[in-house]
């Protein structure tokens, strides 16, 4: 949903990198260096007062800027990219403050042996709000992001950082099938509510096979320990029974138009529950036109762990995009998306999020470009379900508009040593 993640692929023409579709550098040897930045102001009509003081929300006006760095280096048989990035917003409310949002993540992915490939990750992100919406916004400071100073997707001002670290081992068995194995973790604390602290532990393995270039079937198993801190059961045990199959087809009656499904089944249990399960799926329908225009429809079913809530959330979504360039200067994007869902063992029911949003974005020469940007977002929660002070409900529209800079500051193409 994110307008700069969009189709990155082929000649993306001369502003290309200023909208995040830089060329496909798949199958060769490259470095390289660059620096992406925002400036801009925004209009929102449900300010949040900084955790420290109280009071009612306003409406009024804010400023921030950001900037993202990123370096990679890819081989034949090693790439790693680093990127990291900050932002700063100042609030005009009475009285005035400002946020900080940092982070950095780190990727290393390397051909071990000629059916062997290992995989690490590491993220960290600082941030002065707490957000539902993941998908939806900005949680880690991604190469292709447009880094905007600001969130519209924020729940309450609680500041929280977050660490993910994943690693994983994929084996191909044979030209059709293959075996990966991973653990990750994830924590999330609360400066000044430690009692409140997040943390997941996992692993999970699979077996997939290609049937057919748009077919496979998959088996898996993974475990995940969950501890959410100052809730009253306080630990969850969540098990992923991963069989299904995956389907992407590009359908027969509707020229570059694909179709995608899948499914899982998720068993979960608190300290003093029975143990349930969820049958989880996902859908995705997604038509290609013109050179650069795309279009989304998808629907999913998940069972999610929210830092601060106190039983798994088993949540129901749909959503639609659509996102190109109208010329080689000007992109544009729009989103809509909307969940409902309720408690895994109470079932308490009441979580409801819709969000939508669309954004234009005009290249003023190849590195410097202006954006502007209209968010609708909106959520609602039973009173009390959460072990954290937030919003009951929240209404919240946002115009903010400003400038980008894409710095290419370094690139170095190679052919791969074996074809010399």
């Known amino acids: 949903m994110i307008p700069a993640a969009a189709m ?82 100042e609030y005009f409310t009475t009285p005035g403050f400002g946020t900080n949002l940092f982070g950095a993540d780190a990727r290393l992915k390397a051909r071990l042996a000629t059916r062997l490939e290992a995989e690490a990750v590491a993220a960290y992100v600082h941030s002065p709000y707490f957000q539902f919406l993941r998908d939806f916004g900005t949680t880690t400071l991604t190469p292709s992001d447009n880094l905007m100073p600001y969130s519209s997707y924020a729940a ?112 979960f249990k608190g300290a003093d529950t029975e143990r349930r399960f969820r049958v989880n799926a996902a859908a995705r329908l997604s038509k290609q036109f013109r050179r650069t225009w795309r279009a989304t429809a998808y629907a999913s079913r998940n069972t999610e762990f929210w830092p601060g809530f106190v039983e798994p959330v088993l949540t129901d979504s749909v959503g639609a995009s659509l996102g190109g360039m109208f010329s080689r200067r000007v992109n544009w994007m729009a989103g809509v998306v909307g969940s409902k869902g309720e408690y895994g063992f109470s079932d308490l029911s009441g979580f409801k999020q819709l969000a939508a949003t669309s954004g234009l974005h005009i290249a003023l020469s190849r590195h410097f470009g202006l954006y502007s940007q209209y968010v609708a977002y909106w959520y609602e929660i039973p009173p009390g379900s959460s072990a954290l002070a937030l919003v009951p409900r929240l209404d919240r529209q946002t115009v903010a508009i400003g400038l980008t800079a894409y710095l290419p500051l370094y690139t170095k193409m190679r052919p791969p040593r074996d074809s010399r």
């Open 156 to 267: 309450e001002m609680l500041e929280n950082e977050t660490i993910d670290a994943i690693g994983s081992l994929t084996g191909q068995l044979s030209k059709r099938s293959r075996l990966s194995a991973s653990v990750n973790r994830r924590q999330t604390r609360f400066a000044h509510h430690p009692d409140h602290d997040f943390v997941l532990d996992g692993y999970h393995g699979s077996w997939n096979m290609q049937l057919r270039r748009d077919l496979s079937l998959r088996a898996g198993y993974g475990r995940e320990r969950i501890e959410q801190r100052g809730t009253e059961r306080g630990l969850f045990d969540h098990e992923i029974i991963d069989v299904g199959i995956d389907f992407n087809r590009e359908l027969s009656v509707a020229r570059r138009t694909t179709l995608g499904l899948m499914t899982s089944t998720s068993f």
């Open 8 to 89: 990155a692929q082929g000649n993306p023409g001369p502003y290309g990198g200023l909208f995040g579709r830089t060329p496909n550098r798949a199958g060769q040897d490259h470095t390289t260096v660059e620096v992406r930045s925002t400036l801009g102001v925004m209009f929102d009509n449900a300010l949040l007062p900084a955790e420290d003081q109280a009071g009612k929300l306003q409406s009024g006006f804010s400023s921030g800027a950001g900037v993202n760095l990123l370096f990679q280096h890819a081989t034949e048989r090693l790439t790693g990219t680093l990127s990291g990035g900050a932002s700063r917003q």
